[in-house]
């Protein structure tokens, strides 16, 4: 299951939207079954691959339904150009309402508005900034679910013990000092490049001279990708920073817990 709606995520744009052509449906058609065989493998492996938090749910279920939501709000989104149905019309006009409300001064939508070419048309310049900001408030929305979700289920000791090995297959908790440090050290850093990259990215872009009108997002299937990327991998290093922050604090309230247990023994 989990293979075939990484299938579905895939494939959700060249299906939805108009235009596609064989060699491009072809193309998205390999990328999905690469995609859909690779998580077939990593989830039934018995040793750790490339997949973190796969034994920790909601974790990766979250990020994934982010993505979708994304991939999908954007791709009817797109879709309201050359086919208006009513639905793609009303999705078009959510877009154009939550864009208009998160462009404003430095936000990280108005950022990326600014890397567009100066001979962008102003239909153009909306379908962008309504993507840019739909992308980015279904992210805001899935971090705040989530952090919900990790106080209410009590994330990720309700689903049995935590197994760093297999949930964090980059992370050695052997190599390199107190392990607790290196979690929050480590949990620091994807918060912050989490916080950051929605704005380094339109700004790296644009002071390197390539604009976003190098990536061709007048092609709706583009567009959808970009912006639905952009705004995915800042929130999944967000929300990955957050796990990490909870697995060190669960694991220094177990140690604080074992050290007052030890004088109790002692005495006995």
Not at 53 to 66: H, Q, S
Not at 83 to 88: E, G, K
Not at 253 to 267: T, V
């Amino acid at each position: 299951m989990r293979a075939f709606m990484v299938m579905v995520l895939v494939a959700t744009p060249s299906v939805l939207l108009p235009g596609v052509t064989a060699d491009g449906q072809q193309m998205v058609a390999l990328v999905a079954l690469f995609l859909g065989i690779l998580t077939f493998v990593e989830y039934n492996a018995t040793y750790p691959g490339m997949i973190e938090f796969r034994d920790a749910p909601p974790f990766n279920r979250t990020r994934f339904l982010m993505l979708l939501s994304m991939v999908f709000f954007l791709s009817i989104m797109a879709r309201g150009g050359a086919d208006p149905s009513t639905l793609a019309r009303l999705f078009e006009a959510l877009g154009i309402l939550i864009g208009q409300s998160l462009d404003f001064p430095y936000s990280p939508v108005r950022l990326v508005t600014l890397t567009l070419a100066d001979t962008s048309t102003p239909a153009h310049v909306i379908a962008v900034r309504s993507a840019a900001g739909v992308a980015y408030f279904i992210s805001l929305i899935t971090l705040a679910i989530f952090a919900l979700l990790l106080r209410i289920d009590n994330w990720p000791t309700k689903n049995g013990a935590f197994n760093v090995w297999t949930n964090l297959p980059t992370f050695d908790p052997t190599v390199g000092g107190d392990v607790v440090a290196r979690l929050e050290r480590d949990a620091r850093f994807n918060l912050a490049l989490g916080f950051l990259l929605p704005f380094l990215i339109p700004a790296v872009v644009k002071l390197g001279g390539m604009g976003m009108g190098s990536l061709d997002l007048y092609y709706a299937p583009t567009r959808v990708w970009v912006m639905a990327l952009w705004a995915f991998l800042p929130a999944s290093l967000f929300m990955r920073g957050i796990a990490m922050t909870r697995i060190a604090r669960i694991i220094r309230e177990k140690r604080e817990r074992n050290a007052a247990a030890i004088p109790c023994d002692i005495a006995a």
